[in-house]
């Protein structure tokens, strides 16, 4: 059916050019929409979205890197407006919005402070989600409240020993001789925002002796005994997102704990990742976009050689050049979005917008700092936090080398 | 009590806004278009109205394009109850002039009797003013602009003026009351808010339909933007500065 579409489109379309009439004109198909073309709702998340990350957040972002730390009004005002239960619907408190408003809104705020980004990429793309897509009756009731209101999440699948290769996880979650709880030991690392996180998502594996088909995925409360968070990575960007290990020592958690079913846990792993990715996309593309947004004025208003540096043949064409690359990062994003939200299967294009998304920002940041000049490398202009922020883009959620290897396999069984 | 809201789309205020090439008006092509901030303030406190018992029903109502109707939905979703929106192609920065509005929302309050009626005290792009006192000259009802303060147990206004804030007392509802900057800060319009919004009716009416002519008393001529500011002159002395300031200046 997709072959045929175009060529019917292209007849149509002669066959309206030929024929002036209005009447004639609104007798074939309504004109499809442009990938960019957002509904009113999504065009209004925006909007609030961005008013409120200029009014709330903006004036702290520069605070926050510093001292590494989110400040809890902010995360408050982040719940209060709905933008940590996009998905979730209506009756449990959530914003009923759809998947391409939630990825917007990431990049809204991308364009401020990515760390926030990543914590409400987090929350609504991958723990939302997830609990909606395979939590029982029970753990919706008990979870999606609270998510949409209050509770900060944390996603725990890495470990010292397992980033890529997830399923070679160590932690274990074994189950007890009745059925009716699970003991977890083990470690988790680089896990983001668990110092803010009231609810862990944690994979763990239930049976070691069926390898990967024992992995389980836990819905845990932060405040189980066991538990601790350990100190903050010190990293070179996100600073305010908290990135910490986590141990688990001896955990009891209730069978109700458990996401859906047994052993199904790295299905669950893989298929909301996939999804998660289209997620990161829009943060990278907020990243690249906020970069750009707040380098191009400096062009107009530095002076050399009596013109403004804007006007230098070569600055116009790094501007073009990157301008055309954040487009490209932007209809990808969101044509990856609505194809997800169409059923349609999306794995190859969601790996293809975080690969090349991340990419783009680090190119995109980079560059903002050389048009600002010396100021540039300075902390006095928020390109330098832009590009410490964004290297991080081509590592979690998937590295780049793991995106291509997903691509190059989906295309290998495309050409069997 | 039913509250009237007059809401305005306009270029948003952080815009840098050029003149078009024709020097007939500002170029609002691709130019991002906002409710006016002090419409948001109007709403804000119709909102609160209703959150305190004080209101039953908020209204809002926009004269403009077919694009108002999205300024009327971030109204919805700030939390007013329904929308009216009068359609017209004019330009709302210059062709529709305050006394062409005003004529529009006193044929809506004819209707509609609301008990208070809040606009903002101007638009970012006109910035005339006029139309909120207009309006209560037209309904015949007391005004109360650049309010900064409303009380409606005591039925008094705090004015923000250039020497200060006086009080004024109303005698009675209905009346029309213009939002000042003071007035309150307006909120954000939450997410499950935006959604909610969108089961809120709008109706859709044109000035024909009410009776009101829209032409204009005014025609704008040109439009330019004002001289650009020139460098600055050092002075040597004191004597020499209010010498400039006498003689060339003209302020002392």
């Known amino acids: 059916l997709a072959r045929y579409a175009p060529r019917a489109f292209r007849a149509a379309a002669t066959v309206r050019r030929s024929l002036s009439a209005l009447a004639e004109e609104e007798a074939f198909a309504p004109l499809r929409p442009a990938v960019t073309m957002f509904s009113e709702e999504e065009v209004a998340v925006r909007d609030m979205v961005s008013s409120w990350c200029k009014a709330e957040l903006q004036p702290h972002v520069r605070e926050m890197d510093r001292e590494g730390e989110m400040k809890p009004e902010i995360l408050q005002s982040l719940f209060a407006n709905g933008l940590m239960g996009m998905e979730i619907p209506e009756e449990y408190g959530g914003s009923g919005m759809n998947f391409t408003s939630a990825c917007i809104a990431v990049e809204e705020v991308a364009a401020v402070d990515p760390s926030f980004a990543i914590l409400v990429d987090i929350q609504n793309t991958l ?138 846990g790295y299905k669950y792993a893989i298929e909301i990742l996939n999804e998660g990715r289209i997620g990161i996309a829009a943060q990278q593309l907020g990243i690249a976009k906020g970069a750009f947004n707040a380098t191009m ?49 999306f794995v190859k294009e969601a790996s293809m917008c975080k690969l090349y998304s991340s990419q783009v920002a680090e190119r995109v940041a980079s560059k903002c700092i050389e048009w600002y000049g010396g100021v540039g490398f300075t902390e006095d202009i928020i390109a330098e936090k832009f590009y410490r922020d964004c290297k991080v883009g081509s590592i979690y959620e998937g590295t780049s080398n793991i995106q291509l290897q997903t691509i190059a396999k989906i295309i290998a069984n495309e050409w069997e | ?93 210059q062709e529709l002039d305050s006394k062409a509005v005003a004529s529009i929302l006193s044929k809506i309050c004819a209707d509609e009797s609301p008990d208070c009626v809040i606009l903002g005290k101007q638009s970012i792009d006109g ?63 939450t997410l499950p808010n935006i959604m909610k919004a969108k089961k809120k009716k709008i109706a859709t009416l044109s000035a024909s339909d009410l009776g009101v002519d829209l032409s204009s008393g005014n025609e704008v001529l040109e439009v330019f933007e004002p001289p650009d500011r020139e460098a600055g002159v050092f002075v040597e002395t004191v004597d020499e500065l209010v010498g400039k300031l006498k003689d060339e200046a003209g302020v002392i």
């Open chain 2, 127 to 189: 910035d005339f003013g006029c139309t909120g006192s207009m309006l209560a000259s037209l309904m015949s009802v007391p005004q109360c602009t650049f309010a900064a303060n409303i009380d409606f147990e005591k039925k008094t206004v705090e004015r923000e003026t250039d020497a200060g804030t006086e009080v004024v007392a109303f005698p009675s509802l209905p009346a029309v009351f213009t939002a000042d900057l003071r007035l309150n800060e307006p909120r954000y319009a």
């Open chain 1, 127 to 264: 723990t939302n989600n997830a609990i909606r897509f395979w939590g029982s009756q029970e753990l919706q009731d008990k979870w999606l409240p609270r998510l949409a209101t209050d509770t900060a999440s944390s996603f725990c699948l890495s470990e010292a020993g397992s980033g890529t290769d997830a399923f070679a996880m160590k932690t274990t979650a074994i189950p007890s001789a009745d059925g009716s709880y699970y003991t977890m030991n083990g470690s988790k690392l680089w896990i983001s925002n668990s110092k803010e996180a009231g609810v862990f998502l944690i994979f763990a594996n239930a049976a070691p002796e069926k390898g990967y088909k024992g992995i389980t995925a836990f819905v845990v409360d932060a405040n189980t005994p066991g538990i601790t968070v350990g100190p903050k990575e010190r990293k070179m960007g996100l600073k305010a997102s908290s990135t910490c290990p986590l141990t688990f020592e001896d955990v009891k958690i209730d069978a109700s704990c458990v996401l859906g079913e047994v052993g199904m």
């Open chain 2, 1 to 93: 009590m039913r509250v009237l809201v007059g809401v305005k789309r306009v270029v948003d205020y952080a815009v840098k806004v050029r003149v078009a090439a024709d020097k007939k008006a500002v170029d609002l092509s691709n130019v991002k278009m906002s409710m006016n901030p002090f419409c948001e303030i109007a709403v804000e406190e119709a909102v609160r109205l209703k959150e305190s018992k004080a209101a039953t029903e908020v209204v809002a109502v926009s004269v403009g394009p077919k694009q108002a109707q999205e300024t009327i939905r971030t109204a919805l979703a700030m939390g007013a109850d329904r929308g009216i929106h009068v359609q017209t192609d004019l330009r709302t920065d």
């Open chain 1, 297 to 345: 004025p400096y062009l107009r208003e530095r002076k050399q050689f009596g013109q403004a540096i804007g006007d230098f043949q070569g600055m116009q064409h790094q501007v073009a050049q990157l301008a055309t690359e954040i487009h490209a990062v932007e209809t990808m994003t969101y044509n990856a979005a609505r194809m997800k939200e169409n059923g349609l299967p």
